[in-house]
């Protein structure tokens, strides 16, 4: 009896609360690419998209030129940019629903806490990249974050609605 005292001590007043710690990195991180002045983002991108072309290029046995590769590069770079806040914003939704999940945050008011959060969090972002050298605010990457936000939050929903049908009920049943 112990034991098991413990671990839902150790499990409700120490894990749980770490469990928001993936969403403080993952808004850390975001706030350090923000930071970046333009050059240094733009070529740390150009860095990604270059590699991802190149990658491509040995994974597909394409045997471009470097003037094709340039041109490649040329052509996604801006997308590449954008995904990479698509993808971060996921990774941020996940991070903070998850922990939500957790504390018992289901249905549509995980969807509106995790947004929200989300949202005013991509916000913030954007008019903190207003006051950095050679980058600006646009509401287009907020809704590019936003909707990186939502599917990451739908996933949330979705793995632990199958993590409870599939898994959890099975055991409260025995």
Wanted: charged residues 20%; positive net charge.
């Amino acid at each position: 009896m112990r034991i098991e005292t413990f671990t839902k001590f150790l499990l409700r007043f120490i894990l749980k609360p770490l469990s928001f710690v993936p969403a403080l990195l993952m808004m850390y991180i975001i706030f350090s690419f923000s930071s970046q002045d333009g050059t240094t983002s733009s070529n740390l991108s150009y860095r990604v998209t270059h590699k991802a072309v190149s990658m491509a290029d040995n994974a597909l046995d394409l045997e471009l030129t470097d003037k094709q590769i340039a041109r490649c590069i040329r052509k996604i770079h801006y997308y590449v940019r954008k995904l990479a806040h698509f993808s971060e914003y996921f990774l941020l939704a996940v991070s903070i629903a998850v922990p939500l999940y957790v504390y018992g945050v289901r249905g549509l008011w995980l969807v509106l806490t995790a947004g929200i959060l989300c949202v005013g969090y991509a916000t913030l972002d954007e008019f903190h990249q207003y006051f950095v050298r050679g980058r600006g605010c646009s509401a287009r990457d907020v809704l590019i974050d936003s909707c990186g936000s939502l599917i990451g939050i739908l996933f949330v929903r979705i793995f632990g609605y199958i993590g409870r049908k599939t898994i959890f009920e099975p055991l409260c049943r025995r």
